[in-house]
C-alpha cells in the first residue's frame, strides 16, 4: 500500500502542476497577444495621430498668419513704392510677432535682397551664402509656401520652424518672402507630453532618415535611423510614406513602430513603443499565478497526503485485524512476527509462542447458535489479553484458534503463562440469554529461534493436538 501511495501523490502533484502552469501560460499567452493588438491597432496610432493633430493645430495658424501677410495691400505696397522708411516694415513685422506670439516674423524683398525681421534690417541675403539657399528655393518653387526648419540667426541661431510663403504684387509678380517662425522647442514640448502621458517615442525624420526633432528627453541615441539598432533595417519600409505596423528586436524586447508622413513638413512622424513596460506587468501576474499555483498544489497535496495515509491506515487496520475480536488476524500476525522475532535474535534473548484451540466449540455453537459462540469469542478475547503484557502479540489465527507470541520469554516463564491462561479459560463464565457458557482450551508451546515461522507454527501445532489427545484443556510442549 505504500508503494501505492507515493505514485498517485506524484500523479496528483504533476496533473496539478500541469494544469496550473498551461492555464497560466495560457492566459500570459493570450494576454500578451491582446496587449499587442492594443498597441498596434490602438494605442501607437492613437499616439501618432494626437501628435499630428497638436502639430497641425499649431502650425495651422502660423500658416494662415504667413498667408496674411503676403497677401496684406500694406505689404505689397510698401514694397512696389520702393521700400521707402524700412522702419515702417519693422514696425509692422513687430506688431505681426507680439500680436500672434510667434518666435520671430520677416520678410526678405526679392529687388533689394533686404532681410527685414522686428528687431530690424537683419541682413542681405547672397545667392553664394549657404544659410540663405531658403530664400532661392522659395523663389524658385511653384507652391504658394513651405515649412522647414532651420536656425533663426535673428535668435541666437536657435532651431526654428519657419513658415516662407511667397510675396507676389497685385499682377502676381513674385517680389519677396515673408512668414513668420516657431520654437521648436513647442513641438519638443508635444512630443515629450505623449512620451510621458502614453509612454512611448515620439521623433520627426526627413526623407534621408535624419532624425530632425525629438523631445529633450528622448532615449534615442543618434541623429539618423541608420545610427538606432533595430530601425536601421526598417528604414527603408519607414520612409516609404506607407503608414503600416512594424516592429523589431531589441535587447530590452520587441518594439513596434507606427508612422505618418506629414506632407506641411515633409517629415515623418514616428511612434515607437516596446511592450516591456506592460508585458512586464503581465509576467508579474504570471509570476503571481505560479505562486497561487504552487500554493495551492502544496496544500492539495498535503490534504491528499493526510487523507491517502488514513485512509491507509483504515486498510491496513482492516486488512489485518479480526473484526469481531479486534484482534490483530493472521496477516497481521505475519506482519508482527518478523518484527517480534527479529528484535529477539538481535538481542539474545528468547522468544516463545503459544497456539491454543477451544474445546469443544462446535457443540457451543450447535447448541446456543453463532451469536453466543461469537460472544464467548469476544469475553475469551478481552480475558486472555489482560492475562498477557503489552509487548506480546496476541492474535486470532482463524475460527477457535488463536496463538500469542511472548517476547522475551524463557520455556518456564511460557509454561506457566499458557496454564495461567488455561486456568482463566476454563473458569470463564458468560450469561447469554438466559443460558451459562463455558468452555477449555488446549495449549501448544513452541520455543522461537532461527527456524522459519512454518515450523515454529508446525511444533506448536502439533504440541497442541497432543494436548488435545492427552484429554483437553492443558499443556503441552512441543
Not at 499649431?58 to 521707402?84: H, I, T
Not at 532651431?159 to 520654437?183: C, H, K, P, Q, S
Not at 521623433?203 to 539618423?224: K, Q, T, V, Y
Request: charged share 25%.
Amino acid at each position: 500500500m505504500k508503494n501505492q501511495k507515493d505514485p498517485l501523490l506524484f500523479v496528483v502533484s504533476l496533473v496539478l502542476v500541469i494544469g496550473f502552469v498551461l492555464t497560466s501560460v495560457a492566459s500570459y499567452l493570450v494576454s500578451r497577444t491582446s496587449l499587442r493588438r492594443q498597441i498596434v491597432q490602438y494605442e501607437l496610432p492613437l499616439t501618432r495621430d494626437s501628435v499630428y493633430s497638436e502639430v497641425q493645430r499649431d502650425l495651422l495658424q502660423p500658416v494662415f498668419l504667413s498667408s496674411m501677410m503676403a497677401n496684406d495691400a500694406f505689404v505689397r505696397k510698401w514694397v512696389l513704392a520702393g521700400e521707402q522708411e524700412p522702419e515702417r516694415m519693422i514696425r509692422y513685422l513687430a506688431e505681426i510677432q507680439r500680436e500672434y506670439g510667434t518666435f520671430t516674423a520677416f520678410f526678405v524683398s526679392e529687388s533689394t535682397r533686404v532681410y527685414y525681421q522686428a528687431e530690424g534690417i537683419l541682413k542681405q541675403v547672397k545667392e553664394d551664402e549657404e544659410r540663405d539657399v531658403w530664400y532661392f528655393r522659395v523663389r524658385e518653387m511653384e507652391q504658394p509656401y513651405e515649412i522647414n526648419v532651420d536656425p533663426d540667426m535673428a535668435n541666437e541661431d536657435a532651431m526654428t520652424i519657419f513658415i516662407n510663403y511667397r510675396v507676389l504684387d497685385f499682377e502676381g509678380n513674385y517680389i519677396g518672402a515673408t512668414g513668420v517662425g516657431l520654437t521648436v522647442y513647442a513641438v519638443s514640448n508635444i512630443l515629450e507630453r505623449y512620451q510621458r502621458e502614453y509612454g512611448c517615442t515620439v521623433f520627426f525624420a526627413d526623407h534621408a532618415g535624419r532624425i530632425m526633432l525629438r523631445s529633450a528627453n528622448s532615449p534615442l541615441a543618434g541623429d539618423h535611423l541608420a545610427d538606432i539598432p533595430g530601425l536601421a533595417e526598417l528604414a527603408g519600409d519607414i520612409l516609404d510614406e506607407t503608414s503600416r505596423p512594424l516592429s523589431y528586436q531589441s535587447p530590452a524586447g520587441l518594439v513596434h513602430v507606427n508612422t505618418r508622413y506629414i506632407e506641411e513638413l515633409g517629415w515623418f512622424l514616428i511612434a515607437l513603443q516596446s511592450e516591456e513596460g506592460t508585458v512586464k506587468n503581465i509576467r508579474q501576474a504570471l509570476l503571481a499565478n505560479l505562486g497561487v499555483c504552487a500554493l495551492i498544489t502544496a496544500l492539495v497535496l498535503l490534504f491528499t497526503h493526510k487523507t491517502i495515509g488514513e485512509y491507509r491506515r483504515r486498510i491496513e487496520k482492516m486488512a489485518t485485524t479480526d473484526s469481531l475480536t479486534g484482534l490483530p488476524n493472521r496477516l497481521g500476525f505475519n506482519l508482527l512476527y518478523e518484527v517480534v522475532v527479529g528484535d529477539c535474535i538481535r538481542r539474545r534473548t528468547e522468544c516463545a509462542l503459544l497456539l491454543f484451540d477451544l474445546d469443544s466449540f462446535k457443540n457451543l455453537n450447535d447448541t446456543h447458535g453463532h451469536l453466543a459462540g461469537d460472544a464467548m469469542l469476544r469475553a475469551l478475547a478481552d480475558t486472555v489479553r489482560a492475562s498477557i503484557r503489552s509487548s506480546d502479540v496476541f492474535c486470532r489465527w482463524g475460527g477457535e484458534e488463536f496463538i500469542i507470541l511472548l517476547r522475551d520469554c524463557p520455556r518456564p516463564e511460557a509454561r506457566r503463562l499458557a496454564e495461567t491462561i488455561c486456568v482463566k479459560i476454563a473458569e470463564l463464565r458468560l450469561a447469554h440469554e438466559g443460558s451459562e457458557l463455558q468452555t477449555t482450551a488446549s495449549f501448544g508451546i513452541a520455543m522461537v529461534g532461527h527456524e522459519t515461522q512454518d515450523h515454529v507454527l508446525r511444533m506448536a501445532d502439533r504440541a497442541m493436538y497432543r494436548a488435545k489427545d492427552n484429554g483437553r484443556n492443558r499443556v503441552e510442549e512441543a
